[in-house]
C-alpha cells in the first residue's frame, strides 16, 4: 500500500458574512497517497475550492485536523504555513501568474530565492525544469513572447523547481483552448508517472479524466471518490 501523504479528518469551513454563516466545508475525512494524480470537481459553490486552499496551506480549517507529509499543518502560524507552502507545495493557476517582465528562466528560479539555494545553483535547477516540461529553447523568453501553453509549462516548471511534496493546480487549462489543454494535462499526467503527486482541481470532465481518481464535492461534502480508468493521454492524444 502507498504511503499517505496527505490525511484529513472532520475538515470543515465556516465564513462569517454579517450576521450569516456560510459553511463551505462539512467535516471531510480522507486520504492521497503519495504519487497519486488526483481530480477535484464540483459545481460552484460546492466546496472544491476551500477544499483546495486548505489543501495549499492559504487558509485554516475551522474544525478538524490536516497532515501533509506526516506534519499536522492545520493549526501552524502564518509564517509555519509561509515556510511549508515554499518548501512542500508547487502552485499552478489558471492564468498563469507569471511576472511579464521576467524571462521564462526567471521565473522558474523565483521560489528558489526563498529557499537558501545558492545563487550559482538556482538556474540549473530552473533549467532543468524547463528542459522537463519541453521549453529548453525558451528559456530567455518573456511571456509575451510565449503561447498560453507555453506560459502554463512555465508556470509548471516554477511549480516543481523546489522539488515538492504536492502539485496543486486550479483549474489549469481554463485559459487554453482545447488541444492545448489536452496538451498540458498529458504534461502532468507524465510528471505524475515520474511519481510526483499531484491534484487538480476543474469542473470539465475531460481535464479530470486524466487522473487515477475523481473526488466530487457538492455542498461543502464529498458525495463521490471514485478510481478513475479512463485517463489514458495517449489515446486522448489520437
Not at 170 to 195: C, F, K, V, W
Request: aromatic residues 4%.
Amino acid at each position: 500500500m502507498a504511503e499517505t501523504l496527505i490525511r484529513v479528518e472532520r475538515l470543515a469551513k465556516e465564513y462569517r458574512m454579517g450576521s450569516n454563516i456560510v459553511m463551505a466545508l462539512r467535516g471531510v475525512s480522507l486520504t492521497i497517497a503519495r504519487g497519486e494524480f488526483v481530480a477535484v470537481m464540483g459545481p460552484s459553490g460546492s466546496g472544491k475550492s476551500t477544499f483546495m486552499n486548505l489543501l495549499g496551506c492559504l487558509d485554516h480549517p475551522s474544525e478538524g485536523a490536516y497532515w501533509l507529509d506526516d506534519e499536522e499543518v492545520s493549526r501552524l502560524s502564518g509564517d509555519a504555513l509561509a515556510i511549508t507552502r515554499n518548501r512542500k507545495l508547487g502552485f499552478v493557476f489558471q492564468h498563469f501568474n507569471l511576472l511579464a517582465r521576467t524571462t521564462a528562466l526567471d521565473n522558474v528560479s523565483l521560489p528558489l530565492l526563498y529557499s537558501e539555494v545558492p545563487a550559482s545553483e538556482r538556474k540549473q535547477l530552473a533549467a532543468h525544469r524547463l528542459q522537463q516540461v519541453g521549453l529548453a529553447e525558451r528559456m530567455d523568453h518573456h511571456p509575451s513572447q510565449l503561447s498560453g501553453g507555453q506560459q502554463q509549462r512555465v508556470a509548471i516548471a516554477r511549480a516543481l523547481v523546489n522539488n515538492p511534496k504536492l502539485v496543486l493546480a486550479d483549474e489549469p487549462t481554463g485559459a487554453l483552448d482545447s488541444r492545448t489543454s489536452i496538451e498540458i494535462m498529458a504534461l502532468l499526467q507524465q510528471l505524475n508517472r515520474e511519481g510526483i503527486t499531484i491534484v487538480v482541481v476543474t469542473h470539465e470532465h475531460d481535464v479530470a479524466d486524466f487522473a487515477g481518481r475523481i473526488i466530487t464535492f457538492r455542498d461543502g461534502q464529498v458525495m463521490e471518490d471514485k478510481t478513475n480508468v479512463a485517463n489514458d493521454a495517449a489515446a486522448m492524444l489520437t
